[in-house]
T-cell receptor
Framework: DGGITQSPKYLFRKEGQNVTLSCEQN?????MYWYRQDPGQGLRLIYY???????QKGDIAEGYSVSREKKESFPLTVTSAQKNPTAFYLC???????????????FGDGTRLSIL | DAKTTQPPSMDCAEGRAANLPCNHS???????VYWYRQIHSQGPQYIIH???NNETNEMASLIITEDRKSSTLILPHATLRDTAVYYC???????????FGKGTRLHILP
């Protein structure tokens, strides 16, 4: 089945550590996104990428980094500079721009990050 | 900020149609209406979207008023598995981000 796989489902980090969240899609989508969701809140965009080897900052990029070396993969690193990293992290993908730009984003099942 | 207004919660009896309203009075001509739902501890699930015509798929129907200032998501035969928070979103096709508001928490009553 085509879809978006996020791993791990739960992740614990010690203060001062960097951690990397995995996101893989087999939908052949050009665009990929990372969102953060806090309890009772909507989603906030961290980073997005419309094409391999290119990505842009979203609304809350500070303390995060990404790479897009392959079309199907868009890992997110939560660095020690992110002062409040405890949250639910969601990865999404969509076909991208052009003729398919109105197509929806599809989401993975998320990674819940907690600080020990 | 979200461009939509939804009731914070609704109840629906199992087996009945669930009609979820959404106001988007400032929608512009090139903005689509999208609906997603989120079941606890899962990622948002895409349901349906439309521009100005009514749309139907295997999950739901989307009714958009002629002036496009509001819409209704219809789940024709609600089941307990439809219990979730439902989000109505307006978005220009080329926009990269989705702005989720607080949504409607739908409770399906047995």
């Amino acid at each position: 089945d085509g879809g978006i796989t996020q791993s791990p489902k739960y992740l614990f980090r010690k203060e001062g550590q960097n951690v990397t969240l995995s996101c893989e899609q087999n939908l052949n989508h050009d665009a990929m996104y990372w969102y953060r969701q806090d309890p009772g809140q909507g989603l906030r965009l961290i980073y997005y990428s419309q094409i391999v080897n290119d990505f842009q900052k979203g609304d809350i990029a500070e303390g995060y980094s990404v790479s897009r070396e392959k079309k199907e993969s868009f890992p997110l690193t939560v660095t020690s500079a992110q002062k409040n990293p405890t949250a639910f992290y969601l990865c999404a993908s969509s076909p991208g721009t052009g003729a398919y730009s109105n197509q929806p984003q599809h989401f993975g099942d998320g990674t819940r990050l907690s600080i020990l | 900020d979200a461009k939509t207004t939804q009731p914070p919660s609704m109840d629906c009896a199992e087996g009945r149609a669930a009609n979820l309203p959404c106001n988007h009075s400032t929608i512009s001509g090139n903005e689509y209406v999208y609906w997603y739902r989120q079941i606890h501890s899962q990622g948002p699930q895409y349901i349906i979207h439309g521009l100005k015509n009514n749309e139907t798929n295997e999950m739901a129907s989307l009714i958009i008023t002629e002036d496009r200032k509001s819409s209704t998501l219809i789940l024709p035969h609600a089941t307990l598995r439809d219990t979730a928070v439902y989000y109505c979103i307006v978005r220009v096709a080329r926009d990269d981000k989705i702005i989720f508001g607080k949504g409607t928490r739908l409770h399906i009553l047995p």
